[in-house]
């Protein structure tokens, strides 16, 4: 099962941009499907984006055009690309990784966009 390590959030104003990168440990990376999370405070955990392990990305609807989802699978890292950030886009943010039987997920990082 991959570990996986967290980076790139932090303090943003509105508008601005960010690159969040979760870096896996292991040899098979590239047989997971990739999922990008957050959870804001006083609400449920939202699913962002997803990669599959083929390449085939997802995201919703209040992030289409402004997150995109990307995979390197030869350097065993996901990313999340972030623009155009609204205050609204405030949350942890938690990369998970799955493949069959294997579900793992990462510390979580905050991201906070300031007014």
């Known amino acids: 099962q991959v570990q996986l390590v967290e980076s790139g959030g932090g303090l943003v104003q509105t508008g601005g941009s960010l690159r969040l990168s979760c870096a896996a440990s292991?040899?098979?990376?590239?047989?997971?499907?990739v999922y990008w999370y957050r959870q804001a405070p006083g609400k449920q955990r939202e699913l962002v984006a997803s990669m599959t392990s083929s390449g085939f990305p997802y995201s919703t609807d209040s992030v289409k055009g402004r997150f995109t989802i990307s995979r390197d699978n030869a350097k065993n890292t996901a990313y999340l690309h972030m623009n155009s950030l609204k205050p609204e886009d405030t949350a942890v943010y938690y990369c998970?990784?799955?493949?069959?039987?294997?579900?793992?997920w990462g510390q979580g990082t905050q991201v906070t966009v300031s007014s």
């Open positions: 998970a990784a799955r493949w069959d039987l294997y579900d793992t």
């Open positions: 292991g040899s098979s990376f590239r047989n997971y499907d």
